[in-house]
């Protein structure tokens, strides 16, 4: 039985990805809302070590091919596939199976950093992976903003040529005195610079928000000095995520000490709206993950600005009585847009996990909703 071995996250955006560790954990280590690679040690992987899990990937891709024929379905994929994913051998085999349901055109290279490489071997691992696979359109990693920053232009362009397609960046915040309490390790200067110079390269770029990183005291500061960056940046995506802390995060250790004071979703609503309002780039801003309160905020920008705006509005106007439903439905999973306030059976599934939770008073327990997030990451 073939394997190659596999980081532990990949971008949503990725799930359908062909996972290849160029690799290992994050060279920062150090952001204190990221548990991630905690106490896991960063590693460059030797070329050769990546090129061998590329041709393990081929030879199950080879292997699933093969079982087509033999079960009859003459070479279509799909269903010998979805045989693999029903019974993977092991989590190798159901990476390449569902990379090849999905058409298996498209790779994400992980860990964290892989743009920390040489970029001469970064660059030979991407070709490598293009002549194994000739399918795949579509080579995306992610990346610090500092490393892009120490990249010359020519590197940069070097990578987008060999087929380096997107890079998608944590971001995370835009304004300086919040990315050093974070220990974020980069200043907004240098992650306008390393920005910039992806976009300028040709490679796409995704830069990664989070909501509430701010916390009750420097909401304003987060939303505003964010949207100056990305509009010097003007990334092809902004995604945004919402802060969720869990015991392995060091910024857990600040809340319970009283540092930080985590913002209600009432403030992080008002917060998005004012780091909306203040957006200018030409960006398609997405909102693809299960902490966000209100997921359906989403669009092209500049253009979609005021539908979007109109849907926090909708919220920010609801009765209390109605946000507090909302959110709780939104927590436990049981509604994905405001109008599901209107679809009787959802609200009734809300109303017993409320009653469950003991999450019935007039006023939420702030606690126990930022625990049910907890489970999202
Ligand atoms: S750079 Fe990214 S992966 Fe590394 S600690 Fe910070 S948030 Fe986590």
Redesign the pocket.
Known sequence: MHSFELGPIRPPSEAYSLLIRATRN?S????K??H??KGKKFQLRPVEDIKEDIRIAKAIHNEIKELSWKSGYDGRIRETATMMLNNPPSEAYYNVAMWLYYGGESAFLQD??SLIMKTNELTDTIKFLKESFPDIKRITSYA?SKTAAKKSPDELTELCSSGLTRLHI?LESGYDPLLNYMD?GVTAAEQITGGRKVVESGISLCEYVILGLGGEDKWREHAIQTAMVLNEIDPAFIRVRTLTVNHGMSLYDEIENNNFVRATDDKIVKEEKLFISHLNCHSTYVSDHITNLLQEVEGILPQDKEKMLAIIDKFQTLPAEEKINFRIGRRTGVYNQLDDLNDSGKRQVVKQLKHRLGLNGEQPDEKRISRIMERFI
Do not use: L
Not at 28 to 31: G, P
């Open positions: 994050c920062w280590n150090r952001c809302f990221c991630t690679y964290a950093n610090r944590g974020k």
